[in-house]
């Protein structure tokens, strides 16, 4: 066990070259076995997989069935995906895999971005052997409500990942593999759902792996594409706010690109990080030091429901009455999973930079603080110097010195770094 656990190993990967698939599946199902008998067992699997493992205990989720009350089928089922940015997709993902799995007993899966699965094509009598698991168009695979499997796990870890037999946290998918990748919007980034190829054992090889991958970057390509021809294709059904950055605030909507006010974006901003509503006195105070009467912020409101529109937006206290996705909460999720890397490509610059709202202001420094604690704590010089070279970053001399210690003292940066923070050391003591 020693060599699975070294640095050098892929942690994604569920069998490497040379692995006995038969002999790793009963170390998996004991270890399996003992996980949830007594906790114990856990350094007999990769870290990936008893950290799930762990997650689905502490959700509650029951290891020997899956149920599907949510499943989404018929007309509810065929309007959701059709309107789907994955369905923007699918022609590539068939081409390029579910032509050849349909003839190698395989089965190809394309999850939303909450893991609710939108197809599943490929081998039959594959399709027929998984149903008694579920595995089903409509289906909710995510690993909140599966526990550890592949695609659902992709996309709690943005990663892409192979969940070998017994790594499974269900018992009834112990006789399949699967390999999975999420798909990312090429302008924002945020996750847009997973593909996924399951299987038998031989699905867990790290060319399969590399496929899905492989596919993932075509897809994502493909989107590129759409993107320049129809950018609202891929807005999706719920609206989403971009506030990063020195542009003008932006709300994507049933297809629209709408500029934003200052004002409207911050209430938007406020009101999707209080989901049980603002009072209008406490919206005041969060929107401006010297508290706004309410007759001002009656009149904000009404200009917002305008443009929001007037059934997204109750009253009494002032609250949304639908999802609104933020910018601000993709790089919040991506520093929850632990991504770094993730979390420093979604935040392309402060949260709105303009705004002086106490209540703006508090998110634009949590957030920044909380990812120069994760870039500091992960001390990952790519990341470090990404950091420090961006509007975030340029005059952290925390980070600076962290990018300093992550260095080669004989290299070329090293020297620069130094004479950065020197040049910063000099300007702070003036």
């Known amino acids: 066990m020693t060599e699975r656990t070294s640095p050098s190993v892929n942690p994604w990967v569920a069998l490497r070259p040379g692995d006995d698939a038969a002999a790793h599946a009963v170390r998996v199902s004991s270890a399996h076995r003992s996980f949830l008998d007594a906790r114990e067992g856990m350094s007999a699997v990769r870290a990936v997989v008893r950290d799930s493992w762990l997650r689905s205990v502490e959700r ?39 032509e050849d799995a349909a003839d190698g007993g395989l089965l190809v899966a394309i999850s939303d971005e909450r893991g609710r699965l939108l197809w599943v094509e490929g081998d039959h009598s594959a399709r027929d052997r998984a149903l008694s698991m579920s595995f089903v168009e409509g289906a909710d695979w995510s690993e909140d409500h599966v526990g550890t499997n592949a695609p659902g796990t992709a996309l709690a870890l943005d990663h892409s990942v192979q969940i ?25 980034g945020r996750i847009l759902g997973a593909i996924d190829i399951t299987g038998g054992a031989r699905v867990a090889v790290p060319e399969v792996l590399q496929l899905v991958r492989a596919t993932v970057a075509a897809a994502e390509a493909e989107l590129r594409l759409h993107l320049m021809s129809a950018p609202h294709l891929l807005t999706g059904s719920v609206p989403r706010l971009e506030t990063f950055g020195s542009g003008r605030p932006m709300l994507h909507r049933d297809g629209q690109r709408i500029p934003l006010s200052q004002r409207h974006a911050e209430i938007l901003l406020l009101l999707a990080e209080h989901p049980e509503g603002l009072g209008a006195d406490r919206l005041a105070v969060l929107l401006d030091e010297g508290e706004l009467d309410s007759v001002t912020i009656r009149a ?63 998110i634009r420094d949590e957030l920044r603080t909380r990812t120069q604690a994760a870039l500091l704590r992960g001390g990952d010089a790519h990341l470090l110097a ?45």
């Open 60 to 98: 509650g989720i029951d290891p020997n069935s899956v149920d599907q009350p949510s499943l989404l089928t018929g007309i509810d089922l065929e309007q959701y995906r059709s309107g789907h940015p994955m369905a923007l997709i699918r022609p590539v993902v068939r081409k390029l895999l579910v």
């Open 164 to 188: 070998f037999a017994a790594e499974h946290f269900n018992r009834t998918v112990h006789d399949w593999s699967c390999s999975a990748a999420p798909v990312h919007d090429p302008v924002s």
């Open 300 to 362: 904000e409101m009404s200009r917002l429901r305008k443009t929001f529109g007037s059934d997204r937006v109750g009253s009494r206290p002032y609250r949304l009455l639908g999802d609104l996705v933020t910018d601000v909460a993709d790089v919040r999720a991506a520093l929850d999973r632990g991504d770094t890397a993730a979390a420093m490509r979604l935040y392309t610059g402060p949260v709105l930079p303009g705004s002086v709202a106490p209540g703006v202001e508090e």
């Open 386 to 430: 990404r950091w420090t070279s961006s509007v975030h970053g340029r005059d952290d001399l925390t980070a600076w010195s962290a990018y300093l210690t992550a260095l080669d003292p004989n290299s070329v940066m090293y020297a620069q770094v130094k004479a950065r923070i020197d040049l910063l050391d000099r300007q702070l003591a003036t």
